[in-house]
């Protein structure tokens, strides 16, 4: 199975360490555990550089900026592949910028083709007209 992992850092976590010491831990998260296959890993830019857009009945509403205030900066999306779910739940706990204090969300992700069991009356995306 699939897991998206959104990783939140701590205010400030950073603080303190040397660019040694911060290029030895951006380079442990890229060793998963063994049963976890690491497809892709992508950083984010600052929350100034993100775009929220909404619509607002026929109109399509653009603001500067993520769109929800969080205690962590959002810091990274990791994609996993994994049988086992306590595998991609030990990659999070062993990532850096939770380790530092932050947080992480670990979400089963739905290929395309599949079908999410779990959720009622569900029929996937639909068109907005």
């Known amino acids: 199975m699939a897991y998206a992992v959104l990783v939140y ?11 040694e010491e911060r290029r030895s831990l951006h380079g442990e998260h890229q060793q998963p555990p063994g049963s976890v296959s690491l497809i ?6 600052p929350p100034r550089t993100a775009t929220t857009i909404r619509v607002n009945g026929d109109e399509v509403v653009k603001t500067e900026g993520p769109s929800a205030d969080s205690s962590g900066r959002l810091r990274a999306l990791c994609v996993l592949e994994s049988d086992e779910q ?7 706990g062993q990532h850096p910028a939770v380790r530092l204090g932050g947080t992480a969300e670990v979400w ?6 599949e079908h999410d069991r779990g959720s ?6 639909r068109r907005r007209h």
């Open 86 to 92: 306590d595998a991609a739940l030990e990659f999070a």
């Open 40 to 45: 892709a890993h992508y950083r984010f830019r």
């Open 108 to 113: 089963p992700l739905i290929g395309a083709g």
């Open 9 to 19: 850092a701590a205010p400030e976590s950073l603080r303190g360490l040397s660019s």
């Open 120 to 125: 009622r009356g569900h029929r996937g995306w």
